[in-house]
């Protein structure tokens, strides 16, 4: 195969990798420099000539004649009568260039060669996207599914560049087909191997940051700021936002009028539902706002160990606490205070039992299930009608109904 051949026949690389001819040209000088190391042990005395315009390559080899019998290295030295058989009037001391054909480095080495040349494009290709999505890393970004497995997504790009979306990067209520269109954050590139893997999530925070920028002009422009962004995926979100334009309410723009711009932030999350806070530098009304819908009567709050005694009516305690206790969990996230709730008009002279003091009788994840919802005393609980009590736990009503009962049993002793 001539050397011109061999280039025409890796044009395909070109075209599918989207490769630059000079970059090609380059990789190829590499490759076959490889090639002569390995069969001539060196190659210094060789000239590669390439010309980028043409696609074509000639490869010379330079050595110095001397007297027959007196070559040492025959790499870079020719016999005198060897380099006549060339051209006739070659003299000793005189410098040979012969051109070198790839049919000399032998079959096998050409094999070596285009796998060679194979692994320098993908190395090539490797780094360029590498680079791309390193640029790219908390950015939203859309792909295609393309193949789903059980603890990861595979997608693919416009490019064909393979995006992955682990399971734990995914929200809960996700469930995706082959064809469907994902969006997400480039959450990170790692190199497995020379290979880089691109990390997709939509679980993080930022990606929901990302999403007020694209979805809310005035985020976009600059008008509102996002402050903070806490998240339990798929369920709740509290997001806090400020403005330094007095005439702006950043609440009410990031809403719309009836929720109109951010129903779409929702939908995308598997409607998340989620808080739009003011936020403020006052440590007390950025924890009351925290724990809206909850009206709080009043906080007492330790600077140094970063708590906050958060004072309620016993009805509000529940809305505090949220279903599941997100409420109270994001809002500690948020406001970056550990949340203590303590319920007003309750006396230690009053007659009430804590429930875990029933845990001979009641199963801890029955207790948990209370706890959730605010309820951690025996009086608490049975002043709740039981279908309520069913409605806000993921408890049966058999089961609330004997809680009840042993609760009922303590207070009639």
Same mark, same amino acid.
Request: hydrophobic letters at 40%; proline letters at 3%; one cysteine or more.
């Given at each position: 195969? &001539?050397?011109?051949?061999?280039?025409?026949?890796?044009?395909?690389?070109?075209?599918?990798?989207?490769?630059?001819?000079?970059?090609?040209?380059?990789?190829?000088?590499?490759?076959?420099?490889?090639?002569?190391?390995?069969?001539?042990?060196?190659?210094?005395?060789?000239?590669?000539?390439?010309?980028?315009?043409?696609?074509?390559? &000639?490869?010379?080899?330079?050595?110095?004649?001397?007297?027959?019998?007196?070559?040492?290295?025959?790499?870079?030295?020719?016999?005198?009568?060897?380099?006549?058989?060339?051209?006739?009037?070659?003299?000793?001391?005189?410098?040979?260039?012969?051109?070198?054909?790839?049919?000399?480095?032998?079959?096998?080495?050409?094999?070596?060669?285009?796998?060679?040349?194979?692994?320098?494009?993908?190395?090539?290709?490797?780094?360029?996207?590498y680079k791309q999505f390193k640029d790219l890393i908390g950015d939203i970004y859309t792909a295609e599914v393309h193949h789903v497995r059980p603890k990861v997504v595979i997608l693919m790009d416009d490019e064909g560049n393979e995006i992955v979306l682990p399971k734990e990067k995914q929200i809960p209520s996700d469930y995706f087909k082959k064809g469907d269109s994902v969006r997400g954050i480039i959450e990170s590139v790692e190199l497995k191997g020379n290979k880089p893997q691109i990390i997709m999530s939509r679980t993080a925070p930022l990606f929901l940051e990302k999403l007020f920028e694209q979805?809310?002009?005035?985020?976009?422009?600059?008008?509102?700021?996002?402050?903070?962004?806490?998240?339990?995926?798929?369920?709740?979100?509290?997001?806090?936002?400020?403005?330094?334009?007095?005439?702006?309410?950043?609440?009410?723009?990031?809403?719309?009028?009836?929720?109109?711009?951010?129903?779409?932030?929702?939908?995308?999350?598997?409607?998340?539902?989620?808080?739009?806070?003011?936020?403020?530098?006052?440590?007390?009304?950025?924890?009351?706002?925290?724990?809206?819908?909850?009206?709080?009567?009043?906080?007492?709050?330790?600077?140094?160990?970063?708590?906050?005694?958060?004072?309620?009516?016993?009805?509000?305690?529940?809305?505090?606490?949220?279903?599941?206790?997100?409420?109270?969990?994001?809002?500690?996230?948020?406001?970056?205070?550990?949340?203590?709730?303590?319920?007003?008009?309750?006396?230690?002279?009053?007659?009430?039992?804590?429930?875990?003091?029933?845990?001979?009788?009641?199963?801890?994840?029955?207790?948990?299930?209370?706890?959730?919802?605010?309820?951690?005393?025996?009086?608490?609980?049975?002043?709740?009608?039981?279908?309520?009590?069913?409605?806000?736990?993921?408890?049966?009503?058999?089961?609330?109904?004997?809680?009840?009962?042993?609760?009922?049993?303590?207070?009639?002793?």
């Amino acid at each position: 195969m &001539e050397n011109i051949a061999l280039i025409d026949s890796f044009s395909e690389f070109k075209d599918d990798k989207l490769i630059d001819r000079v970059t090609l040209m380059a990789i190829l000088e590499d490759v076959f420099r490889n090639a002569l190391k390995k069969k001539y042990g060196s190659d210094d005395n060789f000239d590669i000539i390439i010309n980028p315009d043409k696609g074509d390559m &000639e490869i010379w080899r330079n050595r110095v004649v001397v007297a027959d019998g007196e070559v040492e290295d025959e790499n870079s030295e020719i016999s005198l009568s060897e380099a006549r058989r060339i051209e006739p009037d070659f003299e000793v001391g005189e410098d040979v260039s012969e051109e070198v054909k790839l049919i000399q480095l032998g079959r096998r080495a050409i094999l070596a060669l285009r796998q060679n040349l194979i692994s320098k494009i993908h190395e090539h290709d490797n780094t360029n996207l590498y680079k791309q999505f390193k640029d790219l890393i908390g950015d939203i970004y859309t792909a295609e599914v393309h193949h789903v497995r059980p603890k990861v997504v595979i997608l693919m790009d416009d490019e064909g560049n393979e995006i992955v979306l682990p399971k734990e990067k995914q929200i809960p209520s996700d469930y995706f087909k082959k064809g469907d269109s994902v969006r997400g954050i480039i959450e990170s590139v790692e190199l497995k191997g020379n290979k880089p893997q691109i990390i997709m999530s939509r679980t993080a925070p930022l990606f929901l940051e990302k999403l007020f920028e694209q979805e809310i002009p005035e985020v976009f422009d600059g008008l509102i700021s996002v402050k903070n962004v806490v998240r339990i995926p798929g369920e709740k979100a509290k997001v806090a936002v400020d403005s330094y334009d007095d005439r702006i309410d950043p609440v009410g723009a990031c809403v719309g009028m009836k929720g109109s711009r951010i129903h779409g932030i929702v939908r995308e999350l598997g409607n998340e539902n989620i808080d739009v806070i003011n936020y403020t530098t006052n440590t007390q009304l950025y924890i009351t706002r925290a724990l809206s819908p909850a009206k709080v009567s009043s906080i007492k709050i330790n600077e140094e160990k970063k708590t906050a005694e958060v004072f309620l009516k016993v009805e509000e305690v529940s809305k505090a606490i949220g279903r599941g206790g997100h409420n109270i969990r994001l809002a500690g996230q948020l406001t970056g205070y550990e949340l203590d709730v303590i319920r007003e008009g309750l006396t230690e002279e009053e007659d009430d039992v804590e429930l875990r003091e029933f845990s001979d009788e009641i199963e801890e994840w029955v207790i948990l299930e209370f706890e959730k919802i605010g309820l951690d005393t025996a009086k608490s609980i049975l002043d709740q009608d039981v279908a309520d009590l069913v409605r806000r736990t993921d408890l049966e009503e058999e089961t609330v109904l004997e809680v009840v009962r042993v609760l009922k049993e303590e207070f009639d002793r």
